[in-house]
Nanobody, 121 residues
């Protein structure tokens, strides 16, 4: 099992910045992907930014140039730096970890409880 603890959400004015953190513990495979998804009211959950254990990233076009993702050296904590925030970034942000079992060709998916980000004046 994996536990994900998120922090850093809140209320910010348009143009402001926030930094989200997600600390993972438990059974973390050496090959994995960590990252963030978000879900706005009435919408489906969508990819924001992910990073693999070997540093490859994937992100939504809507956050290009504004958000960055990083992992600590132990690769158990992932950070999402969000700059130039817009009202349309308002959503619940969920941390995600996917353990990759290459031997059994399986993926184990884990989610955090979510943290609210509200961008409003």
């Amino acid at each position: 099992q994996v536990q994900l603890v998120e922090s850093g959400g809140g209320l910010v004015q348009p143009g402001g910045s926030l930094r989200l953190s997600c600390a993972a513990s438990g059974s973390i495979f050496s090959i994995n992907t960590m990252g963030w998804y978000r879900q706005a009211p009435g919408k489906e959950r969508e990819l924001v930014f992910t990073i693999t254990s070997d540093g490859r990233t994937n992100y939504a076009d809507s956050v290009k140039g504004r958000f960055t993702i990083s992992r600590d050296n132990a690769k158990t904590t992932v950070y999402l730096q969000m700059n130039s925030l817009k009202p349309e970034d308002t959503a619940v942000y969920f941390c995600n970890l996917r353990n990759m079992d290459r031997v059994r060709d399986k993926v184990y998916n884990f989610w955090g409880q979510g943290t609210q980000v509200t961008v409003s004046s």
